[in-house]
């Protein structure tokens, strides 16, 4: 199959749900992005080959997983940004190097992640920490020069005396930042090395698009000309949909109060009536059935 019809491929119902599962990013995509999603998935599933480590086999979630949130950094670069990716590896235990333990890591050709770490990432949304970002921006940095300098963009492009006066610029400012121990958008593992200063202010673009944008402008407008990417409607329409459950949950508690003080008033009638001998013993053989599904339906009523 080409990559043309590959590009016209859509998951499966089973394939949604694992993502709606598991990504926190992917269910903020507005329905255009995730089509346009779904064939850069089925183009990644096809080119790339998947191994692992300490597991007996790749699973559908871990491909879909994988395969889904590495495509989001490309939904408009485009495939070719990924030309030279060939293998992921997911492993079962902490990646090993040097007497040190990782998450993951990535060349040009080769990612490895760490599974659990994935998850976490995924699941989280919005910690400033995503595995699969941060490992496949490593990918987009390497893939021009194979040298990981967070400067994604070749010698020849126009952009990059721009990248490089960034980096110049912003780079010292994260290392003032945390030597008075501010806080900063980015998270104090891009000081390990400049070549996480695109890894990790990629998470932060997408995870954290507001503070980003609020905070580093500059650091948050190339990125969205260099992703062709705008998360920050993504994170407010996110807001909004939380606002509204929370909204709809407090006037199902709300109603359900109110059935529930309907219920007890009915017992309190009930006992003063039978006290009173108004009614009989028999009246509440058919008042306790009926009072105790009021209280079950008042606890189950959606509205």
């Given amino acids: 199959m080409t ?3 590959l590009l016209k491929q859509q998951l499966t119902d089973e394939q949604r749900k694992i993502l709606s599962d598991c990504s926190a990013l992917y269910n903020r995509l507005p329905s255009d992005l995730k089509t346009k999603l779904e ?18 086999e790749v699973t559908e979630e871990m491909r879909i ?3 889904a949130e590495a495509c989001v950094l490309i939904l408009n670069r485009g495939y ?5 990716l060939r293998r992921v590896t997911i492993s079962k235990d902490a990646l090993k190097r040097d007497g040190e333990e990782w998450a993951g890591w990535a ?12 998850l976490h990432g995924m699941k989280q949304g919005n910690d400033n920490y995503n595995v699969i970002l941060h490992e496949f921006a490593h990918v ?15 010698e020849g492009s126009v952009d990059r005396a721009k990248w490089e006066e960034l980096l110049k610029r912003e780079y010292p400012r994260i290392k003032a930042a945390y030597k008075v121990g501010r806080a900063h958008t980015i998270r104090e593992y891009a000081l390990s090395d400049e070549a996480e200063f695109f890894t990790c202010a990629t998470e932060s673009f997408f995870e954290r698009p507001k503070e980003l944008k609020k905070y580093n402008p500059e650091i948050y407008d190339i990125l ?14 996110e807001e909004k949909r939380i606002e509204q459950k929370a909204q709809e949950w407090g006037k199902r508690k709300f109603i359900r109060l109110i059935w529930m003080g309907v219920s007890v008033t009915l017992m309190a009638v009930a006992m003063f009536l039978r006290v009173f001998e108004i009614v009989s013993d028999d009246f509440f053989i058919y008042f306790y059935p009926v009072w105790f599904l009021l209280i079950i339906w008042s606890q189950t009523k959606k509205s």
């Fill in 3 to 5: 990559r043309e019809e």
């Fill in 39 to 56: 064939g850069l998935m089925h183009v990644f599933l096809h080119e790339v080959t998947f191994d692992r480590e300490g597991f007996t």
């Fill in 65 to 67: 997983c994988v395969a």
């Fill in 80 to 84: 070719d940004s990924y030309s030279q």
């Fill in 107 to 118: 060349g040009r050709r080769d990612v490895s992640l760490q599974w659990d770490a994935v």
């Fill in 140 to 154: 987009l940095d390497q893939a021009d020069d194979a040298q990981a300098q967070s400067i994604p963009v070749h």
């Fill in 224 to 237: 969205q000309d260099y992703y062709g990417l705008d998360p920050l409607p993504w994170s407010r329409a």
